[in-house]
């Protein structure tokens, strides 16, 4: 029996499931081996599993990918023997973020839980860094693996290896036959132009070397096994419904199972289900026409949700699941050739099954909801994409070019022309007009439109949860074939008040405080921005915890403080309304204000607790009531808050904290203010409230 490689992957946005894919389709080309791909929470049974691969994201503050953290789990009880996994060879990817303080976190967690478990590594696992580039990483770690991994497979047909583990070969880059068709032949409907004439996307870029055909290194072609079987209009397909602002079509919420496009996801909050349509109450613009990026507020009505809704607490989100921009869908419908009202069942041969966030053969749904809902075609295509666009190149550059762009060789080429501009699939057909791909081919490689989070504002209001959002612009530039706002942003603002939005809860469970350190303190929250939001969630908390127990002293809170920027107050000042009721209310005493854009003429007119600049001048600012927080009398007690973007803005913060502490902290006689190892005093102490759960940080790229 061949020997079997186990591709497994941790993924939270989609990237590392489709570097696994691109594996899992390279490894096919091995002869006399098995390849099984699935997720991490798939493969919990390690024990007859030798030949290993994982790919493996963080989420949030180093958090397991929802399809990852059973994983962790398993690799965490304790009742496990030193030597469990002794029988195990594997090699891991990890991908990351760097303006992120927990780095790597998640899979540098399960390689230390392997190896503890007696599992050896046969390449050193690579952590790939977002703020930077992916490919930069990704490519080089892939140039090594193969000799490694063709040095095991020797390995192991020399010493007759047996592998018993079930086989689930779901990528398979193999020729499939379709039911009383014969082979598939994927030239067929190709008009091949071979002329070289005429410039093809790629040729003007600098310092770039294309390799030559002979030399490419390409994965093989995905297989070809969805069809697209129209589904008779008296069936009751005509109801279908393809309106993008409507998220309660039938078609699409079912029962929130496997194959829906809403389906509840291991994260959320409570049990499974479907996820719940909440009307939208209210989508309010916070800020004014000339503010560079315009800010609104969304209002949803949760109360029917269930439970889960009333155990949301501060900290935790809301995910939004969102639809496509509506003119992207058409014109990608229209440069695909097919009528997106349409309305099909998708059927798949050759034992074959869809990927589960698209719809099963038994839910008949249209050309331009599987476009809208169900996929993802803003995200840059995958390798194994790009493969089967190629395929349908009928320019012989063009196809050449495409061969090259998911070849092993041209990391470099691929991050500078696509993955770092962020090219859709949109643009990639118009960069290559020859192209002229099935949609039947293209849909189990595109991957699941993912559901986005947004911080809860407020607390304890279910028939009224705020969110905020600040809008997103792309401009049609760096090979992108036409301006674009973000995904959810841009959806977001085209519905209209009484909507119908699928969502459902996320606990942070990172970004959670007692209710003792809620209540008795001290806190600092950090929150420039839209980072405001979850800050002004922790203070609800608080204001109403003070409307509860009313005037008796002895339920005053300890103190709070919250310093917030924006660019100016007369921009985009989003949070001006609940700030000041809660500074009235006395859910926080001191509140300090930032403002980066200020003309100089509105700088006399400053309040005393307002500034131009950022909230790391209000740290240096106040470094004595910083200290007096950190390392004062409550110093074992105080709770430091940072929410906000990550590019760069938690760092500094960061860096800010630790110079307003220095001055005073030798003066501390304090064990956990002294030195370990390197870095400062100031260093030591910030890194050991992280530790005890007294630093918290939410912040994304």
């Known amino acids: 029996m061949p020997a079997t490689w186990h591709i497994l992957y941790g993924s939270q946005t989609g990237q590392a499931q489709a570097i696994a894919e691109d594996i899992a389709s390279e490894l096919q080309t091995r002869p006399k081996i098995r390849v099984e791909l699935r997720t991490c929470n798939e493969q919990l049974d390690l024990a007859t599993v030798r030949r290993l691969i994982i790919v493996c994201s963080s989420t949030g503050d180093g958090d397991a990918p929802d399809n990852a953290a059973k994983f962790v789990r398993l690799l965490s009880r304790s009742d496990l023997p030193a030597d469990a996994y002794s029988h195990i060879r594997f090699s891991l990817l990890g991908l990351g973020d760097t303006n992120y303080t927990s780095f790597g976190k998640c899979p540098q967690t399960i390689e230390t839980k392997l190896k503890s478990l007696g599992a050896e590594l ?104 969805l069809s697209l079987v129209d589904h008779p209009a008296d069936d009751g397909a005509a109801s279908v419904t393809v309106d993008a602002a409507d998220a309660a079509d039938s078609e699409l919420c079912g029962d929130g199972g496997a194959g829906g496009a809403f389906g509840r996801p291991p994260g959320a909050i409570g049990g499974g289900g479907a996820t719940y349509l909440a009307p939208l109450l209210a989508l309010d613009e916070l800020s004014s026409s000339a503010a560079p990026k315009r ?75 599987l476009l809208l809902r169900y996929v993802d075609i803003r995200q840059p295509p995958s390798n194994l994409l790009r493969r089967v666009l190629a395929e349908y190149a009928g320019n012989r550059r063009e196809r050449l070019r495409l061969r090259q762009l998911c070849a092993r ?61 600040s809008e997103v612009y792309i401009p049609a530039e760096s090979g992108r074939t036409a301006s674009r706002e973000g995904v959810a942003t841009g959806w977001l603002r ?138 004062g009398e409550h110093k074992s007690t105080c709770c430091v808050l940072v929410c906000g973007d990550a590019t760069g803005m938690a760092k500094d913060v960061l860096a800010a904290l630790e110079a307003a502490l220095t001055p005073g902290i030798d003066k501390v006689d304090d064990s956990s203010t002294k030195k370990s190892g390197g870095g400062s005093a100031a260093a030591h102490l910030l890194a050991r409230m992280r530790i005890e759960g007294r630093y918290k940080e939410d912040v994304w790229s």
Request: hydrophobic letters at 40%.
């Open 409 to 469: 060789q041209t990391s470099e080429a691929k991050t500078r022309l696509l993955l770092g501009p962020r090219l859709s699939l949109l643009d990639l057909l118009r960069h290559f007009p020859s192209c002229r791909p099935p949609l039947d081919h293209l849909l189990p490689y595109l991957p699941r439109l993912q559901a986005r989070p947004y911080s809860l504002a407020n607390y304890g209001s279910p028939s009224s949860v705020k969110l905020y959002f």
């Open 122 to 225: 046969f390449l050193p696992t690579a952590l790939a860094d977002d703020a930077v580039g992916l490919e930069l990483t990704v490519g080089p770690f892939l140039e090594r693996l193969w000799p490694a991994v063709d040095a095991l497979i020797a390995a192991d047909a020399a010493s007759d290896v047996k592998d018993d583990a079930k086989i689930v070969d779901n990528m398979a880059g193999i020729s499939l036959t379709g039911a009383g068709s014969g082979a598939l032949d994927i030239n067929a409907d190709i008009g091949c132009d071979n002329s070289d004439d005429g410039p093809v996307f790629g040729d003007d870029l600098e310092g770039v070397a294309w390799p030559d055909e002979a030399s490419l290194a390409v994965p093989p072609l995905p297989a070809r096994y």
């Open 295 to 369: 800010i609104w507020r969304v209002s949803l009505d949760v109360s029917g949700a269930g439970a889960w809704a009333h155990s949301l607490a501060p900290g935790d989100a809301i995910s939004l699941c969102p639809a496509n921009c509506p003119q992207e869908v058409d014109d990608l419908l229209h440069r695909l050739g097919v009528d997106g009202r349409r309305v099909v069942r998708l059927v798949c041969s050759g034992g074959k099954k869809a990927p589960d966030h698209l719809p099963p053969a038994d839910r008949p749904v249209t050309l331009a909801s």
């Open 494 to 631: 085209r519905l209209s008040p009484g909507a119908r939005i699928p969502v459902y809860g996320r606990e942070n469970r990172n970004f959670r405080l007692t209710e003792s350190q809620m209540t008795d303190g001290p806190l600092l929250l950090i929150g420039p921005g839209t980072g405001c939001a979850p800050l002004c969630a922790f203070l609800d908390w608080r204001r109403q915890r003070l409307l509860e127990n009313g005037d008796a002293k002895e339920q005053q809170l300890g103190e709070a403080w919250l310093l917030h920027g924006c660019r100016r107050p007369d921009w985009d000042f989003a949070f001006r309304e609940p700030i000041e009721v809660l500074k009235d209310s006395g859910a926080v005493q001191q509140v300090r204000l930032a403002f980066s854009r200020l003309d100089e003429s509105q700088i006399p007119k400053l309040a005393s607790n307002q500034c131009r600049g950022y909230v790391t001048n209000w740290i240096a600012t106040e470094a004595a009531e910083i200290r007096r927080l950190l390392l």
